[in-house]
């Protein structure tokens, strides 16, 4: 089973900043296979990104995803209020599991 | 609208057991493979398995085979999730969540139910 590593685990950052996230996977993920999800405190997980760097129906454009082989990132180019929340990674390409998700909250 | 909705918290006791649902509309059900996700209190998601209703075909994650089972029924357009013996380290939210159009049989999910949170405490 392919292993996802998110890091960091919570990140503090003001409204307007850059926010980076990572995710490492234990084997390599063909970028085709790979998600990432937003998800609110009492909500469903909501997908943000799929295929690595597409983003889903929706979506805004500050967010955005890239990477491939063992490496992956979802960037936030300026944080708006609604974007404190908890990110998951996904892959897809043999069974399928997440990260454990990173937290992004406010400083 | 594509909507997932899923049956009611439950609580139960050790050992027994236990099937939630989840209802689909405003999608063609038989076309998209449809999935499980657990999610432990304070812990990330877990992909447990997902199911193609138009003949229940059904791929379980490793760490969930044998320890629960997917099903549907495509006459009345709902997924389910059971246990035949609850353990108090079951205890979670569990969602139902549709897969996306993509070309494998494994891809992300777009919509996703509200989560049904099962507690199992003696």
């Known amino acids: 089973e392919i292993v996802l590593t998110q890091s960091p685990g919570t990140l503090s950052l003001s409204p307007g900043e850059r926010a980076t996230l990572s995710c490492r996977a234990s084997?390599?993920?063909?970028?085709?296979?790979f998600a990432w999800y937003q998800q609110k405190p009492g909500q469903a997980p909501r997908l943000l990104v799929y295929?690595?760097?597409n983003r889903a129906t929706g979506i805004p454009d500050r967010f955005s995803g890239s990477g491939s082989g063992t490496d992956f990132t979802l960037t936030i180019s300026r944080l708006e209020p609604e974007d404190f929340a908890v990110y998951h990674c996904?892959?897809?390409?043999?069974?399928?599991?997440f990260g454990q998700g990173t937290k992004v909250e406010i400083k | 609208e594509v909507q997932l909705v899923q049956s009611g918290a439950e609580v139960k006791k050790p050992g027994e057991s236990l099937k939630i649902s989840c209802k689909v509309s405003?999608?063609?059900?038989?076309?998209?493979?449809i999935g499980w996700v657990r999610q432990m209190p304070g812990k990330g998601l877990e992909w447990m398995g997902i199911?193609?209703?138009?003949?229940?075909?059904?791929r379980y994650s490793p760490s969930f085979q044998g320890q629960v089972t997917i099903s549907a029924d495509k006459s009345i357009t709902t997924a389910y999730l059971q246990w035949n013996s609850l353990r108090a380290s079951d205890t979670a939210m569990y969602y139902c969540?549709?897969?996306?159009?993509?070309?494998?049989?494994?891809?992300?999910?777009?919509?996703w139910g509200q989560g049904t949170l099962v507690t199992v405490s003696s």
């Open positions: 199911i193609y209703p138009r003949d229940s075909d059904i």
């Open positions: 295929g690595a760097s």
């Open positions: 969540a549709k897969q996306a159009p993509c070309s494998d049989e494994i891809c992300p999910f777009d919509y």
């Open positions: 084997q390599s993920v063909s970028g085709i296979y």
């Open positions: 996904h892959q897809y390409g043999r069974s399928g599991t």
């Open positions: 405003g999608y063609s059900f038989t076309n998209y493979w």
